[in-house]
């Protein structure tokens, strides 16, 4: 369970609250939870109704109680990089995926969230990357904060890129399936648009480490953009990248950019490259 506290300034004097806490990102399908939960929302520690009106000086609450169930929780040796009330922030190693599935049950990073938390509410990842990815993963700890950071986190990705790239430069090639594939993706005139801006940072082993950002989130973005240009990823076998330096595509989220969901502060949270990249780098 998540209580907020809000202080009303003169700005929003006269306000209802059910408009105060949309402007503050509150859904309406939250708000509604909110009503039915008891002491959901409260003025001046007096019980208040969604059209109550706010005054300045006014102390409003609201209390956020955990909805769904996490996974089956297990220890692993996952880093976390920030973490409060709100948010939690992983370093996800590589061939560690982010959600269970079929082929992946009690061995994912929702099961080590499960561990670390130990809170019966579901697992908010607010961003995914590929199994064979790694790097930062923002978990959000309640729904508001799911809400308020979905579609909003800015994120460096570095990539090692076979041979030689010298100048920075913008991809902006259409991505489909392959066919019935429902894994492997294509560059084609009739996908959905995708857009990757990519950065040379230095040169080693007839590579190229990039720097990249996306304006699109689409399935194996980076992944196809640069195959598709003659530049696959060293590891990347599923897109014709050299194996023969490192066992998965040479891909991590470095650094995430995004304005705290309940505070607002402008946040950065950074991690290492994990050895493998290093070694290639």
Known sequence: ??????????????????????????????????????????????????????????????????????????????????????????????????HESRNHIGDTLSNFAAFHLGEDTAFRAVFRLDRDTSGLVLVAKHELAASKLAGKINKDYYAAAQGTINESGIIDLPIARCGDSIIKRKVDENGERAVTKYEPISHRNSSTLLKINLETGRTH???????????????????????????????????????????EKEMTVDCEFPDDFKNII
């Open 221 to 263: 973005q980076i992944r196809v953009h640069l195959s598709h240009i003659g530049h696959p990823l060293l590891g990347d076998d599923l897109y014709g990248g050299d194996t023969s330096l490192i066992n998965r595509q040479a891909l991590h989220c470095k650094t995430i950019y995004f304005t705290h969901p309940i505070s």
């Open 1 to 98: 369970m998540r209580e907020l506290s809000f202080i009303i300034d003169k700005k929003d004097s006269g306000t209802k609250i059910k408009d105060y806490l949309k402007a503050f990102g509150v859904s309406s399908a939250l708000l509604t939870k909110l009503k039915k939960t008891e002491n959901g929302i409260t003025k001046n520690g007096e019980f208040a109704r969604a059209i109550d009106t706010l005054c300045e000086g006014d102390i409003l609450k609201i209390r956020i109680e955990g909805s769904g169930h996490m996974p089956r929780p297990c220890e692993m040796d996952i880093e976390i990089c920030y973490e409060d009330e709100d948010i939690i922030v992983f370093n996800k190693p590589p061939f560690l995926p982010v």
